[in-house]
Every structure is written in structure tokens, then in C-alpha cells.
């Protein structure tokens, strides 16, 4: 499924003043931003650039996404640059979203666009339908949306989306997702998450940032099935240090969630028992924590 865009207004500009000499009043301005990366004019037909060109920060982010920046902000985001396309009725919004390193772009993109349909001109992972595409390169998220609507202005969003990749940074490894084993690996499952807000969508072992990630470090999670076809997720933390991984366990262990019973547990290990009578495992080996979900039955 693809997500629809949060607009509250016209939100911020955030615009850097230059002070032209100490003789002169005048102030001249420019927008921070990714507009580098931006499609130009006339990529498409007689589409341009329509309206300024809007930017903003961690600090106003909120006031552009309605619903949702928290996950933006947890993983880490720098900044976004907004700018629209017209040509008439035809109408088109670019939304790049810089996000801190890769890992953090990652974890947004398959946090939103559900089952993937790509369109085979566009190079780059993303999905594509009439109303928006999603597209996720290197350290930058972006989102095409459809804002005149129609099948014909849908058009423009490949073409924005082939212009945006060729002036992209080359696609980066993901390391967080080496940690996830791949036999039984579930296609297109894994999630990344840096705290509450990603861990939550994945389960809730407890209130707050359970795992003591931080916002630093890099959680990742995956579907499994077996041969025999049973199923059940991993969750998976490597910390700095084994000293870390184990204040975490530990901390996990003295704040489980009031709906998890824990039915057995040692300095290494926790087993628990879900609401829907499942088990969960979590254990501590090392820099790594690892928590199993949704067994059927106890862990042997």
C-alpha cells in the first residue's frame, strides 16, 4: 500500500540570509537544501518548477508531516526539500528527504511502501503507482505525489523519478541487515528501527526505548518460516560492547510489558508468554541481543 502525503499549510521556509558587505542593507537569500538534486525544467513536456522551493529541519518537520515525523526523526533525519511542478492542470510534488546515513533512508522506505511495483525505467528501488511513487536511494528517501490527480499527470511522476536517480549518490550496504540470518527468511521482512516508534510496529515488549537504542543504534527484525511451515519473527540488536548488550537485556528483562508473563529466565536468557499464548525468547550472547517472537510452542 502506498502512504498518502501530510500536508498543514504551507509550513516553514527555512532560508539562509547572506549579508551582502558591512556598506550594504541588502540581504540576499537562498534555500538550503537538496535542490541540486531536483528534476529541471522542462523534464517532462512543459512541467517547471512551480511556487518556491521549501526546506525544512528537524524543528519543523512536524509542521509539513502530518502524523508520522517521529518515525523521520528516531532514525534520523536532516532535512527535507519540497518543490512543485506545473504545466497547466498538470501538477506534481517532489518531496526528497535526507535522511543521516543510509541505514536510517532503509528503514523509512520499507517501514512505507507495503508490496513493492516497480517501474521497470526507473533504476533505483521504489514503488510505483497513479498517485505517488516511493523511491529510496543512498541516504535519501523521496516521495512523488500525484497532486493534480489522473492517469495522464501520472506519467510525470517516472520521468521526475528517472531525473531524480541519475544525480543521485551511488546505493550503499545496509550492515544492520548482515545480522539477520537468511535460511527461512521471510522476502521483503526485514524492518530497521532505532528506538520505540520502529520497535513498536514490529511488537511491544514494553514502554519506551526497551532495547536502549537510543536513537544510535541499529535494530532489524525479520519473518521466518520453517520447513515445517511454522512461523515467527526475529529481532535482533548488536551493541558496542558486551557490557551494553547486557545492561539492555537486563533492562528489557525489569520493564516487559504488563501484557508479557515471563515464564522462565536466567542471567542470559528470558522466556515469556504473549496475550495470544505465544512464546518469546530473549537472549544476550556477546555485543548481540536476540529476541524470537511468536512461537507456538515454549522454547526448548
Not at 525544512?56 to 512536524?62: G, H, I, Q, V, W
Not at 506545473?86 to 528503514?107: F, K, Q
Not at 517516472?158 to 527468511?185: E, F, N, R, T, Y
Request: proline content about 5%; hydrophobic content about 45%.
Amino acid at each position: 500500500m502506498l502512504t498518502g502525503r501530510g500536508i498543514l499549510g504551507c509550513g516553514a521556509w527555512v532560508v539562509l540570509a547572506v549579508l551582502a558587505g558591512a556598506a550594504g542593507t541588502a540581504v540576499a537569500q537562498r534555500p538550503l537544501g537538496d535542490e541540486g538534486l531536483l528534476p529541471p525544467d522542462g523534464f517532462s513536456g512543459a512541467l517547471k518548477k512551480s511556487g518556491p522551493l521549501k526546506v525544512f529541519t528537524s524543528a519543523d518537520l512536524y509542521g509539513y508531516i502530518d502524523g508520522g515525523a517521529e518515525a523521520f526523526l528516531e532514525l534520523g533525519f536532516e532535512q527535507l526539500t519540497v518543490q512543485k511542478y506545473r504545466d497547466g492542470a498538470n501538477e506534481i510534488t517532489v518531496e526528497l528527504y535526507r535522511m543521516s546515513d543510509p541505514t536510517a533512508a532503509h528503514g523509512i522506505y520499507v517501514a512505507r511502501c507495503g508490496k513493492e511495483s516497480p517501474d521497470p525505467a526507473v533504476k533505483a528501488r521504489h514503488t510505483a503507482g497513479r498517485n505517488q511513487i516511493l523511491l529510496l536511494r543512498n541516504r535519501y528517501y523521496v516521495q512523488l505525489n500525484n497532486t493534480a490527480g489522473g492517469a495522464a499527470n501520472a506519467l510525470n511522476l517516472g520521468k521526475a523519478a528517472q531525473a531524480i536517480v541519475a544525480k543521485m549518490p551511488a546505493d550503499a550496504q545496509i550492515p544492520a541487515l548482515a545480522l539477520l540470518p537468511q535460511a527461512g527468511l521471510v522476502p521483503a521482512s526485514a524492518r530497521l528501527f532505532r528506538g520505540e516508534v520502529g520497535l513498536q510496529a514490529v511488537f511491544t515488549l514494553g514502554d519506551g526505548d526497551i532495547l536502549q537504542l537510543g536513537g544510535k543504534i541499529t535494530g532489524v527484525s525479520g519473518d521466518y518460516k520453517d520447513a515445517a511451515g511454522s512461523a515467527s519473527t526475529l529481532v535482533v540488536a548488536e551493541y558496542p560492547a558486551p557490557a551494553a548488550a547486557a545492561a539492555a537485556f537486563t533492562y528489557l528483562k525489569a520493564h516487559l510489558d504488563s501484557y508479557l508473563k515471563a515464564t522462565g529466565s536466567s542471567d542470559a536468557r528470558l522466556v515469556f508468554q504473549d496475550y495470544e499464548k505465544k512464546f518469546g525468547v530473549a537472549t544476550v550472547n556477546g555485543r548481540r541481543l536476540e529476541i524470537r517472537l511468536h512461537l507456538t510452542k515454549p522454547p526448548a
